[in-house]
């Protein structure tokens, strides 16, 4: 589903569950994805956060990505959070310490449609 400058897919496994999203990710479509996070939430399950696609993500959007963990955490699940190297979200996950209490998975290569 697309919401502005923001791009939601979402794929269900036995193991997991993947939010990929693309496009922007700040103060105008934060909330937007939040509440596709609450509504994907596998209780006692993982939730793959998949951010490779994202161009831009501002102080709001690193926010919203702490946001989701708690929520994760409060449902008893684990999350990932998936980013492109030397993209702009493993920069700022770099930058801000949120690699210390989210896992992160680094992917190379090219950023693919979700």
Do not use: F
């Given at each position: 589903?697309?919401?502005?400058?923001?791009?939601?897919?979402?794929?269900?496994?036995?193991?997991?569950?993947?939010?990929?999203?693309?496009?922007?990710?700040?103060?105008?479509?934060?909330?937007?994805?939040?509440?596709?996070?609450?509504?994907?939430?596998?209780?006692?399950?993982?939730?793959?956060?998949?951010?490779?696609?994202?161009e831009f993500?501002?102080?709001?959007?690193?926010?919203?990505?702490?946001?989701?963990?708690?929520?994760?955490?409060?449902?008893?699940?684990?999350?990932?959070?998936?980013?492109?190297?030397?993209?702009?979200?493993?920069?700022?996950?770099?930058?801000?310490?949120?690699?210390?209490?989210?896992?992160?998975?680094?992917v190379d290569?090219?950023?693919?449609?979700?």
């Open positions: 589903m697309t919401y502005g400058q923001l791009k939601i897919d979402r794929d269900t496994a036995p193991d997991a569950t993947t939010l990929h999203i693309s496009g922007e990710v700040d103060l105008a479509t934060v909330d937007t994805l939040v509440e596709a996070v609450e509504a994907a939430v596998p209780s006692g399950g993982t939730l793959v956060l998949d951010l490779v696609g994202v993500m501002d102080s709001a959007g690193v926010a919203a990505v702490n946001r989701c963990r708690r929520l994760i955490t409060a449902a008893d699940a684990s999350m990932v959070l998936r980013c492109r190297a030397g993209g702009p979200v493993a920069q700022l996950v770099s930058w801000t310490g949120l690699d210390t209490i989210i896992d992160v998975e680094i290569g090219p950023v693919t449609p979700a």
